[in-house]
T-cell receptor
Framework: AQSVTQLGSHVSVSEGALVLLRCNYS??????LFWYVQYPNQGLQLLLK??????LVKGINGFEAEFKKSETSFHLTKPSAHMSDAAEYFC?????????????FGAGTRLAVHP | EAQVTQNPRYLITVTGKKLTVTCSQN?????MSWYRQDPGLGLRQIYY???????DKGDVPEGYKVSRKEKRNFPLILESPSPNQTSLYFC??????????????FGPGTRLTVL
């Protein structure tokens, strides 16, 4: 069965610093991987997705993620943090069994950006 | 505007008083799901539906019911709510996909408190 582990429930960075949010997955089949962002009092919004095309995936708001099969990782990065990036971020893997491709989510990482 | 709507957004109720949270999507999606979000646990799937009159249990279905009489609507029913169902609930929809690329579109969430 697929699973997702996000290392670090809270990450704090300075404005302008590199953002690195870690995600490791477990999957017995080639995975489809996603990063979602949740701003305060809002639903989840798709940042980017990996679907076995390019291993480096670019998303919205300057975020990108690299799929590394050897490390079973899909870490999210952004070169320069902005105050508006403060949110909770969820990594998810698509469970492809049972005829319905449901999402298995990690526990989430809350990103704080300070001046 | 393509969207998933949920009502109510906030609800405080008492143990045992039946309640329904509505969910509606205007994107003609086949798949719909309900998740609950709890701190440190990420999102966990409660129920899902692959089409009208087709529903199935997710990972945490105990204490919940759903129905899918129309394609656009997928209400979540708590027949006898208990305090451990205090949570943030999200409805999501997605189109049918053959290749497992399952981008889900989320509603804004319903914060439920059961006293």
């Amino acid at each position: 069965a697929q699973s997702v582990t996000q290392l670090g429930s809270h990450v704090s960075v300075s404005e302008g610093a590199l953002v690195l949010l870690r995600c490791n997955y477990s999957s017995s089949v080639p995975p489809y991987l996603f990063w979602y962002v949740q701003y305060p009092n809002q639903g989840l919004q798709l940042l980017l997705k990996y679907t076995s095309a390019a291993t480096l995936v670019k998303g919205i708001n300057g975020f990108e993620a690299e799929f590394k099969k050897s490390e079973t990782s899909f870490h999210l990065t952004k070169p320069s943090a902005h105050m508006s990036d403060a949110a909770e971020y969820f990594c998810a893997v698509s469970d492809q069994g049972g005829g319905y491709n449901k999402l298995i989510f990690g526990a989430g990482t809350r990103l704080a950006v300070h001046p | 505007e393509a969207q998933v709507t949920q009502n109510p957004r906030y609800l405080i109720t008492v143990t045992g008083k039946k309640l329904t949270v509505t969910c509606s999507q205007n994107m003609n999606h086949e798949y719909m799901s309900w998740y609950r979000q709890d701190p440190g646990l990420g999102l966990r799937q409660i129920y899902y539906s692959m089409n009208v009159e087709v529903t199935d249990k997710g990972d945490v279905p105990e204490g919940y019911k759903v129905s899918r009489k129309e394609k656009r609507n997928f209400p979540l029913i708590l027949e006898s709510p208990s305090p451990n169902q205090t949570s943030l609930y999200f409805c999501a929809s997605s189109p049918r996909s053959a290749g497992g690329i399952n981008e889900q579109f989320f509603g804004p969430g319903t914060r439920l408190t059961v006293l």
